[in-house]
């Protein structure tokens, strides 16, 4: 396990710039999010989804110097960690591109990198952001990858990442 304690720091850093909005779910939550009983079939599969989950960590800003410390901390990170490219979508609008840890078969990954850069005229919550971080890691299956994106409210296009 030192791996994921070492993949998990190297970002930590993030969270404590004031530029940063930062979103942390441990494993703890995880395990607390699949306790909930539910009988909605949908529910019951992100319920079964999320106890292999160990750590999912966003962070975003607006600030065009730490957007470029996020991109070179995450380059040096990929080469390091030898991580895999997934796949990259590329727009007028924005950048999205998807690294992976491989898993235990071609379906799951141990850990999966978003990095979204170049975004315009987005507000949330009245909060403009130009680029995300997103770090999950755990026992990830990609089939499933859109039914997390969809109950947690993450970026959509996590969930084209595991159609691919």
Same mark, same amino acid.
């Given at each position: 396990m030192p791996v994921f304690?070492?993949?998990?720091?190297?970002?930590?850093?993030?969270e404590a710039m004031d530029?940063?909005?930062?979103?942390?779910? *441990?494993? *703890?939550?995880?395990k607390l999010f699949s306790r909930i009983q539910a009988d909605d079939p949908e529910a019951v599969a992100f319920m079964d989804m999320v106890k292999s &989950?160990? *750590? &999912?960590?966003?962070?975003?800003? $607006?600030?065009?110097?730490?957007? $470029?410390e996020m991109r070179s901390t995450m380059d040096g990170y990929i080469k390091k960690e030898d991580l895999e490219e997934l796949m990259r979508v590329k727009d007028k609008e924005s950048n999205v591109k998807f690294y992976i840890r491989p898993g235990k078969d071609a379906d799951h990954v141990s850990e999966l990198l978003m990095f979204v850069s170049g975004i315009k005229d987005v507000d949330v919550n009245g909060?403009?952001? $130009?680029?995300v971080l997103l770090s999950l890691t755990?026992?990830?299956d990609l089939n499933k990858i859109s039914l997390l994106t969809q109950k947690m409210n993450l970026p959509s296009e996590l969930g084209e990442a595991g159609g691919k």
């Open positions: 304690g070492f993949s998990q720091s190297i970002f930590d850093r993030f530029d940063v909005t930062t979103v942390v779910v *441990n494993q *703890n939550m995880f &989950l160990k *750590n &999912l960590k966003v962070f975003t800003t $607006e600030d065009k110097d730490i957007s $470029e909060r403009k952001f $130009e680029t755990g026992d990830i």
